[in-house]
């Protein structure tokens, strides 16, 4: 059964077992039929987590032979759409991790120094960051030719292509597909670790109320009551409201 708008299947995972038809008092086909339960139960299990069913639709993803999809997104979503959301994720944020560690010592022209890297998107002029963000939202619909959404990115021409394929760089990868699905790994490897990293970074300066760099400031003796965030959520959660 095919869900609306998303190219998987529900309940891929067959519920059809061999049932044993031998008689209980004959112990070796009753064993025989365990063992092919046993196998069968195998050959649908994931790799990586067994205890779960085999993830249906990664088959020729490249990370996808670790079969690990534990809530079941690539059973429910378009898991082309949802590769490209992982990469695309990844590679920002292996960008960010190196801009949030470099904005301490290095700045753009124009944009004053801000030690801790949270606090830039305040003290940056706005003119700069309007044009980032004009930026970004172009390259982001220009390279989708405004298809951005699950139901309409892998529509027409976007079904010719791989997740995270935006023909940028090919010509620098080996020609040899084996070499090129190392580097794609690699990659993917990566991205999910600078995602982590990120997280981690951005929750250090939360909790030191500081600079990433050093990761423990003189004197600071751990965390102190509440984050007094300069957010509205942290206005809310201190008391500054009144609320």
């Not at 301490?104 to 022209?109: H, I, L, M």
């Not at 959520?233 to 409201?241: I, K, T, V």
Request: aromatic share 10%; proline share 7%.
């Amino acid at each position: 059964e095919k869900w609306p708008f998303f190219d998987a299947v529900v309940n891929a995972v067959s519920t059809d077992a061999p049932q044993a038809t031998s008689s209980r008092f004959c112990g070796a086909a009753l064993h025989a039929g365990t063992a092919r339960h046993a196998t069968a139960r195998r050959a649908s299990s994931s790799k990586s987590m067994p205890f779960l069913p085999k993830p249906q639709n990664l088959g020729g993803l490249v990370g996808g032979e670790a079969e690990f999809d534990p809530l079941g997104f690539s059973d429910t979503f378009d898991v082309k759409w949802l590769r490209e959301a992982e990469l695309k994720h990844g590679r920002v944020c292996m960008l960010a991790t190196i801009g949030f560690a470099a904005e301490q010592y290095v700045q753009f022209p124009g944009c004053p120094e801000t030690p801790d890297a949270l606090q830039a998107i305040y003290t940056a002029p706005v003119n700069l960051t309007g044009l980032l963000l004009f930026a970004a939202g172009y390259i982001e619909s220009s390279s989708y030719n405004g298809k951005l959404t699950m139901l309409d990115m892998f529509e027409g021409e976007g079904a010719k292509r791989a997740p995270g394929d935006l023909n940028f760089g090919k010509r620098f990868l080996p020609t040899d597909k084996a070499e090129a699905d190392v580097l794609a790994t690699k990659e993917l490897s990566n991205g999910r670790l600078a995602m982590l990293a990120f997280s981690g970074m951005v929750h250090h300066n939360l909790v030191v109320k500081g600079p990433l760099f050093p990761l423990f400031p003189e004197g600071w003796e751990g965390p102190q009551g509440s984050w007094d965030l300069d957010s509205t959520a942290g206005a809310l959660n201190s008391g500054r409201l009144g609320l």
